[in-house]
């Protein structure tokens, strides 16, 4: 399975950003997709996931600004994040796998986009 992202950049802090991630090869494999985070200094956060029967999972740092969606013709994912706050600034990695609620459970990795929230 590969995984190609897309969509990071740099933005004021409030505005809004979409990322999309596109998956190909055996993607029957494949429960779950998600996204992670990871700033300076510190570990891989999972930050929103989307698995069988489209339940979505976000932690409380980002739930009521960011909304993962899919769209299965185009095995693609998205992550559409609003009100960004310059805490959200860090790489952002797309994953998938049978379940990827931690990182050391993720199957596959997509290469990171750079996501910058200035002040």
């Known amino acids: 399975v590969q995984l190609q992202a897309s969509g990071g950049g740099l933005v004021q802090a409030g505005g809004s950003l979409t990322l999309s991630c596109a998956a190909s090869g055996t993607i029957s494999s494949i429960k779950a997709m998600g996204w992670f985070r990871q700033a300076p200094g510190k570990q891989r956060e999972l930050v929103a996931s989307?698995?069988?029967?489209?339940?979505?999972y976000y932690p409380n740092s980002v739930k009521g600004r960011f909304t993962i969606s899919r769209d299965n013709a185009k095995n693609t994912v998205y992550l559409q994040m609003n009100s960004l706050k310059p805490e959200d600034t860090a790489v952002y990695y797309c994953a998938a796998g049978q379940w990827i609620g931690v990182s050391r459970l993720v199957d596959f990795w997509g290469q990171g986009t750079q996501v910058t929230v200035s002040s």
């Open positions: 989307i698995g069988s029967g489209d339940t979505t």
